[in-house]
T-cell receptor
């Protein structure tokens, strides 16, 4: 079946530091890949997505590239802000449109 | 943008009672909604897929008599946890598929005492 393995947290960074959250997946076929973010007290929001190999999703300074050869979709941001403190989820969807999530990574950015 | 409203955000109930969680699509019609459960420090696990006007499809290992799902209209899906026990305490989240993406509710923290 499908599965997503995500870097364990928590991750604590200083403002303007570089952030990487690793995500690898196992799937049959060619899934779509997503990063969702959950800010404190809020629901999940789509951060970015990629639907095919070599696609790069980007939003709010975050980027992730769909790497089929390494089955990875690592999330990166060059300079984090305090407002980026949240829980980040890597996910994939299959042909039935069901989402499989990683465990989530809690990121805390300190001023 | 598309909004899914989920209520209540928190609920505490006594063992043996039932709790209903509502999920409404506010500005679009949701033919399909998904219900997830999240244990502390763990991933969101899909419980069931809810289709308007038909029976929900449950994932393996999820008790359909325990977690009753009703999707009677295109804007409302409900999850009822029946005869709740402390092990049902968890974070429940609904989502709706829309245009190739997904919109999530803000979740419900259920505590059974």
């Amino acid at each position: 079946g499908n599965s997503v393995t995500q870097m364990e947290g928590p991750v604590t960074l200083s403002e303007e530091a570089f952030l990487t959250i690793n995500c690898t997946y196992t799937a049959t076929g060619y899934p779509s890949l997503f990063w969702y973010v959950q800010y404190p007290g809020e629901g999940l929001q789509l951060l970015l997505k990629a639907t095919k190999a070599d696609d790069k999703g980007s939003n709010k300074g975050f980027e992730a590239t769909y790497r089929k050869e390494t089955t990875s979709f690592h999330l990166e941001k060059g300079s984090v802000q305090v407002s980026d403190s949240a829980v980040y989820f890597c996910a994939l969807s299959d042909r039935d449109y069901k989402l499989s999530f990683g465990a989530g990574t809690t990121v805390t950015v300190r001023a | 943008g598309a909004v899914v409203s989920q209520h209540p955000s928190r609920v505490i109930c006594k063992s043996g009672t039932s709790v209903k969680i509502e999920c409404r699509s506010l500005d679009f019609q949701a033919t399909t909604m998904f219900w997830y459960r999240q244990f502390p420090k763990q991933s969101l696990m899909l419980m069931a897929t809810s289709n308007e006007g038909s029976k929900a499809t449950y994932e393996q290992g999820v008790e359909k008599d325990k977690f009753l799902i009703n999707h009677a209209s295109l804007t409302l899906s409900t999850l009822t946890v029946t005869s709740a026990h402390p092990e049902d305490s968890s974070f429940y989240i609904c989502s709706a598929s829309l245009g190739g993406g997904y919109t999530f509710g803000s979740g419900t923290r259920l505590t059974v005492v």
